[in-house]
Nanobody, 123 residues
């Protein structure tokens, strides 16, 4: 069992930045690829990015490429999502998730999920 807790959400102005953290506990963190997803009201959960167990492989959704950066610190059991140049359309609940295999952009492949953290970008 892996417990994931996101933090760092809040209200930010258009063009601003925010860093989300996802702290993991309960199992060996570097056994898991990690993903970030988001869900806006009335919309499906959307892939944001994913990072491999070692951190060597990272993929992003086209909508965030060049603005968001995923990283992980296996010594701290934490994965991060640095969000820059935020837009109102980035407003959503952001979730981190863990997958006991390689990276994936599909939420169905992740077995552990955090509770989510709200990010609101004001225009």
């Amino acid at each position: 069992q892996v417990q994931l807790v996101e933090s760092g959400g809040g209200l930010v102005q258009t063009g601003g930045s925010r860093r989300l953290s996802c702290a993991a506990s309960g199992h060996t963190f570097n056994n898991y690829a990690m993903g970030w997803f988001r869900q806006a009201p009335g919309k499906e959960r959307e892939f944001v990015g994913t990072i491999s167990r070692s951190g060597a492989t990272i993929y992003y959704a086209d909508s965030v490429k060049g603005r968001f950066t995923i990283s992980r610190d296996n010594a701290k059991n934490t994965v991060y999502l640095q969000m820059n140049s935020l837009k109102p359309e980035d407003t959503a609940v952001y979730y981190c998730a863990a997958r006991a295999a390689g990276t994936s952009m599909y939420p169905g492949g992740y077995i552990y999920w955090g509770q989510g953290t709200q990010v609101t970008v004001s225009s």
